[in-house]
């Protein structure tokens, strides 16, 4: 049976609460994993693999944080800022996810901003559709 977008939301939050050690109500749709919940990028493995329990499929760690590969590529990436290339990568990549913002200003260190809890539930909700 399909799940509901709030039973992903839910579930998510979970996987957040358990992986993070934050509370549940700190873990709202618009809250950024590494500005608001402090996420760490050695945090990311681990809430896969969490993520990867909870629903029951594989998930690409690539897939849902393509980041850390096209950081070190300079068609991507060039004086802190991403290139026009890099963002037609990035939403490619991560169709899962709002880029409207990051594209007004793209810079490199408000990246950790588009991880936001939303995108993981896009994600898992076009994944068990």
Same mark, same amino acid.
């Given at each position: 049976?399909?799940?509901?977008?709030?039973?992903i939301f839910k579930?998510?939050?979970?996987?957040?609460?358990?992986?993070?050690?934050?509370?549940?109500?700190?873990?709202?749709?618009?809250?950024?994993?590494?500005?608001?919940?402090?996420?760490?990028?050695?945090?990311?493995?681990?809430?896969?693999?969490?993520?990867? %329990?909870?629903?029951?499929?594989? /998930? $690409?760690?690539?897939?849902?944080?393509?980041?850390? #590969?096209?950081? &070190?590529?300079? !068609?991507?990436?060039?004086?802190? %800022?991403?290139?026009?290339?890099? /963002? $037609?990568?990035?939403?490619?990549?991560?169709?899962? #996810?709002?880029? &409207?913002?990051? !594209?007004?200003?793209?810079?490199?260190?408000?990246?950790?901003?588009?991880?936001?809890?939303?995108?993981?539930?896009?994600?898992?909700?076009?994944?068990?559709?």
């Open positions: 049976m399909a799940k509901s977008r709030d039973e579930e998510v939050q979970a996987v957040l609460v358990d992986a993070l050690g934050v509370d549940e109500e700190e873990v709202k749709p618009e809250s950024t994993l590494m500005g608001d919940l402090g996420a760490e990028s050695i945090d990311f493995l681990d809430i896969v693999f969490r993520l990867e %329990k909870a629903f029951g499929f594989k /998930i $690409a760690r690539e897939e849902l944080f393509p980041i850390e #590969t096209m950081m &070190s590529n300079p !068609e991507f990436v060039k004086d802190g %800022k991403m290139t026009a290339k890099g /963002i $037609a990568e990035i939403k490619a990549k991560m169709p899962h #996810t709002d880029l &409207s913002a990051f !594209e007004k200003n793209p810079d490199m260190n408000k990246l950790g901003d588009l991880f936001t809890v939303s995108s993981i539930v896009n994600y898992i909700e076009t994944k068990i559709k």
